[in-house]
Nanobody, 124 residues
Framework: VQLQASGGGSVQAGGSLRLSCAAS????????MGWFRQAPGKEREFVGY????????YYADFVKGRFIISRDNAKNTVYLQMNSLKPEDTAVYYC??????????????????WGQGTQVTVSS
């Protein structure tokens, strides 16, 4: 499975961006799709995920109420709608996918497939 992320860019604080992640196929390999991010000088961290079946989502505390993950079944695409952006949201955002269940879905090792990353920069 190949993941192609897009939609990054620069925005002022309080603004919005939408990231997209297109999967080359939708099989058991994309049971769960999600996003991680890595800010300069910091470790990569979990942002959120969505399950293809049922559309259940889960978010890190620091994005709850601001970010929304959704999916388009027909396009094999997952979206990360980011609202009320803050300078601390500046990071490279990575799209991820896994055929595994949710047990390790908050951890990097829980994901087998990673996209190339897209830069998001939020200025104050």
């Amino acid at each position: 499975v190949q993941l192609q992320a897009s939609g990054g860019g620069s925005v002022q604080a309080g603004g919005s961006l939408r990231l997209s992640c297109a999967a080359s196929e939708r099989t058991f390999s994309t049971l769960i799709m999600g996003w991680f991010r890595q800010a300069p000088g910091k470790e990569r961290e979990f942002v959120g995920y969505i399950r293809w079946s049922g559309g259940v989502t889960y978010y890190a505390d620091f994005v709850k109420g601001r970010f929304i993950i959704s999916r388009d079944n027909a396009k094999n695409t997952v979206y990360l709608q980011m609202n009320s952006l803050k300078p601390e949201d500046t990071a490279v955002y990575y799209c991820v996918a896994t055929p595994k269940g949710p047990d390790e879905s908050l951890l990097q090792r829980g994901y087998d497939y990673w996209g190339q990353g897209t830069q998001v920069t939020v200025s104050s």
